[in-house]
């Protein structure tokens, strides 16, 4: 059983950053795959990034190319979502996931392991 922990979430101003962490209860090098996801309220989960963990390979929502950074500590067991130039659009609940078998997709069913999230809240 994998346990993630989400944190960093908060309310900026538009054009803010913030970095959301997820810690995961064992060895993220032993994991085949982490990434992001998130919900905004009536919406359906999004897909934002993701990272292989065997070789980093990382990749990203159209929505949020070249302005969100995921990245993995296997030192920590802590994968990273760095955001910068929020928009009000980015508001939702972010959520952590993880899967030992298959990578890149962008279905939140595909994943086996989920955390509970963390919100992030931009204003404009």
């Keep these: 059983q994998v346990q993630l922990v989400e944190s960093g979430?908060?309310?900026?101003?538009?054009?803010g950053s913030l970095r959301l962490s997820c810690a995961a209860s064992i060895y993220t090098s032993s994991i085949y795959c982490m990434g992001w996801f998130r919900?905004?309220?009536?919406?359906?989960?999004?897909?934002?990034?993701?990272?292989?963990?065997?070789?980093?390979?990382t990749y990203y929502a159209d929505s949020v190319k070249g302005r969100f950074t995921i990245s993995q500590d296997n030192a920590k067991n802590t994968l990273y979502l760095q955001m910068n130039s929020l928009k009000p659009d980015d508001t939702a609940m972010y959520y952590c996931v993880a899967d030992f078998n298959r990578c890149g997709s962008w279905s939140w069913y595909n994943y086996n392991y989920w955390g509970q999230g963390t919100q992030v809240t931009v204003s404009s």
């Design 39 to 57: 919900q905004a309220p009536g919406k359906e989960h999004e897909g934002v990034a993701g990272i292989y963990s065997d070789g980093g390979r």
């Design 9 to 15: 979430g908060g309310s900026v101003q538009a054009g």
